[in-house]
C-alpha cells in the first residue's frame, strides 16, 4: 500500500518559518514534489525534486522555499522562511513512480497570519 504523511503544517505569523515534512511508503518516486491549494484557487505546484536531486520551483516561492529529499528514508522536505499571508494554504506531498503512478498525501494546513 502506497502511503505519504505529511506534516509539519501550522499556524505562523508573516516572516516566519516552517518545515513540511512527507514520508513515503510503498513505493520508490523518481520525483517527489509539494503542491497546494488555497480556498477557491486551483492547486497549484510550488516545488519538485528528482531522485538526483535536480530541482523546481514555482516563481512566487523562490528565493524563500527549499525543496529537498532524504532517499534513504523516502522524505521530502519544505523548508519554507519569510512566509507571506498569500503562502497560506493546504500543502500537499506528490510522488511519482517510474512506473506512471501519482500519489498523493492527504495534506497539511499552512496558515500564515499578518
Known amino acids: 500500500q502506497v502511503q505519504l504523511v505529511e506534516s509539519g503544517g501550522g499556524l505562523v505569523q508573516a516572516g516566519g518559518s516552517l518545515r513540511l515534512s512527507c514520508a513515503a511508503s510503498g513505493s520508490i518516486f523518481s520525483i517527489m514534489g509539494w503542491y497546494r491549494q488555497a480556498p477557491g484557487k486551483q492547486r497549484e505546484l510550488v516545488a519538485i525534486?528528482?531522485?538526483?536531486?535536480?530541482?523546481n520551483y514555482a516563481d512566487s516561492v523562490k528565493g524563500r522555499f527549499t525543496i529537498s529529499r532524504d532517499n534513504s528514508k523516502n522524505t521530502v522536505y519544505l523548508q519554507m522562511n519569510s512566509l507571506k499571508p498569500e503562502d497560506t494554504a493546504v500543502y500537499y506531498c506528490?510522488?511519482?513512480?517510474?512506473?506512471?503512478?501519482?500519489?498523493w498525501g492527504q495534506g497539511t494546513q499552512v496558515t500564515v497570519s499578518s
Open positions: 506528490n510522488g511519482k513512480n517510474l512506473f506512471g503512478g501519482a500519489y
Open positions: 525534486i528528482t531522485s538526483g536531486g535536480s530541482t
